[in-house]
């Protein structure tokens, strides 16, 4: 059964019957925005684009200001909706979609003004002694935001509450199974005050995000899988725009033989099912160095024996449903996939008999290799890989042999070792004796590398990928052009001269320079 399915219509808007994946009972009706309410949202962002941008940084700061406190109030309606329609632990729900939030809202709020703010930038050279630069930080104008169902609130808020706070207007979509949550975002900035128009939260499918992206917007940030990232860049690259794209990972995590074994043992579980393992920065690949791959294993098996699962989302329970069905069969298409090459099915394995909906078991796999679908793709649930090697040099190159490269996470005592290792791993971000929080920590630009994505979001480099980044230059004193018309034979000879002065008779052009 169907998370969603196409219900009866009397206009031409489609609509979707939704099922919650704990009891796989209806949970409301989606009615997708088409084609013409999409260009209808992108008129008003754009109408109400230039009024928002005149609209002093500090004013801006104190409604995203506005928006954590009312956050904060409307906390347990946030995570009573995330968690009604994504089934992931109540735990989960709180840490990634408020606290993360939160966060995120506090930290933009206070620095977005310094980060926007004109500067001053050093010229360079002879130039330098007549010139002037300033660096001027413009908005683009109207921002397609893309967002999926991993994290619907929070991906909706951290992008929406960057581009907003660069004097953009924003038009946004959630996933069409998660749609109420992404409304949230809307409901919330528009109780803090921000004026109608300027963040648009649309309930749609597939065909309404199409209808945004290919809707004249001045941006795209899209959040989802590879192949639709590849149209989103198409489209954006026919239309001259820019686009960021955060997409699938298959990270990797390295347990080296002088690791604390049991905090990378707590590492491994938390990184492999986390949001029910959905979790793009999640740990997907496991590479242990032989000298401690049995204690290690041994001490995974015992901490996965007291996870619990449960339909209730009380707080003490560890794993939630997987979120979509169609996840659901792509992780065990996975998991048959690697017993049917040899692998061993130490733990797990299976949907959960004992409970409805879209559970599935806690999952430890060993004897797994790149012959496996489950080493190679994105499966996005909670199941670890655990490959044993004989050395930390096996490890990183295995690590690197992916299409993908998100993040990544290295367990060592020695920390300068973890820090090399971690610079050598082909990825967009890496963490050393923690799970992959990068895009937990908003000063943090996070983006990947290959079939990961392209571009950066969060911190000082993502706030500014809002902007078009306009440098002014001043001259300094007036009088004559230099260089100017008409030209002649007598002034190149002169400009001879002087870069023989300042490049090869003298140190004086490096020296300015």
Not at 16 to 45: F, H, K, Y
Not at 74 to 86: A, K, P, W
């Amino acid at each position: 059964m169907s998370l969603y399915e196409p219900i009866e219509s009397s206009d031409s808007h489609r609509r979707l019957q939704l099922r919650s994946p704990v009891t796989l009972e209806p949970i409301g009706e989606l009615v997708c925005a088409n084609e013409e309410d999409v260009a209808a949202a992108i008129s008003r962002a754009r109408q109400a684009q230039p009024a928002w941008a005149a609209t002093r940084m500090k004013e801006r700061a104190a409604i995203v200001d506005r928006a954590l406190k009312i956050l904060l109030e409307r906390q347990d309606e946030v995570i009573d909706t995330v968690v009604r329609e994504t089934g992931k632990a109540r735990t989960d729900a709180m840490s990634m979609e408020v606290f993360s939030v939160a966060d995120q809202l506090c930290y933009y709020a206070k620095n977005a003004e310094k980060f926007l703010a004109p500067r001053k930038r050093k010229v360079h050279g002879l130039m330098g002694l007549m010139k002037q630069l300033r660096i001027v930080y413009k908005p683009l104008g109207v921002v397609g935001l893309i967002t999926p169902w991993n994290g619907p609130f929070v991906l909706v808020m951290n992008q929406a509450c960057q581009a907003v706070l660069a004097g953009n207007t924003v038009v946004a979509k959630g996933s069409e199974v998660t749609p109420f949550s992404a409304k949230l975002a809307e409901e919330i900035f528009l109780q803090a005050g921000l004026p109608e128009g300027v963040l648009q939260v649309l309930l749609g499918d597939g065909e309404t995000g199409a209808a945004i992206v290919r809707g004249g917007v001045d941006k795209v940030s899209f959040t989802g899988s590879v192949a639709t990232g590849k149209k989103v860049a198409m489209a954006s690259a026919e239309q001259l725009i820019p686009c960021t794209l955060e997409l699938g990972g298959n990270d990797a995590m390295i347990v080296c033989a002088d690791a604390d074994l049991d905090r990378a043992a707590d590492g491994a579980w938390v990184g492999s099912c986390m949001n029910t393992g959905h979790y793009c920065c999640g740990t997907e690949r496991i590479y242990v160095v032989e000298d401690v791959y049995d204690e290690f294993l041994r001490l995974v098996l015992e901490k996965g024996k007291g996870l619990r699962q449960g339909p209730e989302h009380g707080w003490d329970e560890d794993i939630g449903a997987v979120f979509w069905d169609r996840q659901m069969n792509i992780i065990e298409a996975h998991v048959e996939d690697a017993r049917a090459k040899g692998a061993n099915i130490l733990m797990g394995g299976r949907r959960n008999p004992d409970l409805p909906g879209l559970y599935y078991e806690p999952t430890v796999i060993t004897e797994v290799d790149n012959s496996m679908d489950i080493m190679l793709l994105e499966t996005f649930g909670p199941v670890l890989c655990i490959q044993k090697v004989k050395s930390e040099e096996d490890a990183l190159r295995l690590a690197n042999d992916s299409e993908f490269g998100l993040n990544g996470n290295v367990w060592t005592k020695d920390k300068d070792k973890g820090y090399a290792l971690a610079a050598a791993i082909d990825t967009g971000a890496c963490s050393v004796n923690d799970m992959a929080l990068s895009y937990g920590i908003p000063a943090a630009p996070f983006g990947g590398r290959k079939n990961s994505g392209v571009g950066q979001v969060n911190g000082k480099k993502g706030l500014r990928g809002y902007c078009h980044e306009v440098p002014i230059v001043i001259d300094r004193f007036g009088g004559k052009m230099q260089n100017g018309y008409p030209y002649s034979a007598k002034n190149a000879e002169g400009m001879k001269k002087l870069m023989d002065f300042l490049w090869v008779k003298t140190p004086l052009g490096r020296w300015l320079s």
